[in-house]
């Protein structure tokens, strides 16, 4: 008996959505740079009894503010891409950067005025959770300047515009983190 090749209808794969892709990548990135901050997080609040006193809580707020302010000019460079709305996006950009960049600014006033060692337990907690955050502030800094020089030569349209999107994603993320190291930091005297 001859055995006959059979013709099977083939499926046709879907490929998958490169953005969306990217977009799960991100989040796990996230999610694995959460567990990062979170040691950090945990560090602070194992070391019982070590005290913020010595902080200068006004600059403490002000970067604070400063910060989410950034989320802000951030959240409008995106969604003015997304409508098509150059002109904003590169506003908003240029925005972030500079917000970003006076955070960092007042993160150096921070580090350069301590009146603690960073041979103490606060000393070394401070500054590796803010020196930890501040790597992350320069390197989406360094994203945010990229994602600028692309808008201006062109390269983003409503239809095409994930990198600024990724962008954002990230600096919220980073934004969030200083939501909980701020007060962790500043405001809880002695755990």
Not at 106 to 128: D, K, M
Not at 163 to 191: E, K, R
């Amino acid at each position: 008996m001859a055995a006959t090749a059979t013709s099977l209808p083939v499926a046709e794969h879907a490929h998958p959505d490169p953005v969306h892709l990217k977009r799960v990548g991100l989040w796990l990135f996230f999610f694995s740079e959460s567990i990062l901050f979170g040691l950090f997080l945990s560090a602070r609040f194992y070391l019982e009894g070590i005290q913020a006193e010595h902080l200068d809580q006004a600059l403490g707020l002000g970067i604070t503010i400063v910060l989410l302010l950034s989320s802000v000019t951030a959240y409008t460079a995106e969604t003015a891409i997304e409508h098509d709305r150059r002109g904003i996006a590169v506003w908003g950009l240029i925005a972030t950067i500079a917000l970003g960049l006076v955070f960092m600014a007042g993160v150096g006033i921070e580090w350069s005025t301590a009146h603690f060692s960073r041979h103490e337990a606060f000393g070394t907690v401070f500054f590796s959770m803010t020196g930890l955050h501040a790597s992350h502030v320069v390197s989406g800094v360094g994203l945010l300047v990229l994602a600028l020089i692309q808008l201006l030569r062109g390269r983003f349209s409503s239809k095409d515009h994930w990198p600024i999107s990724g962008v954002v994603m990230y600096w919220h993320f980073v934004d969030v983190v200083w939501v909980f190291y701020y007060p962790a930091l500043y405001l809880i005297q002695g755990v």
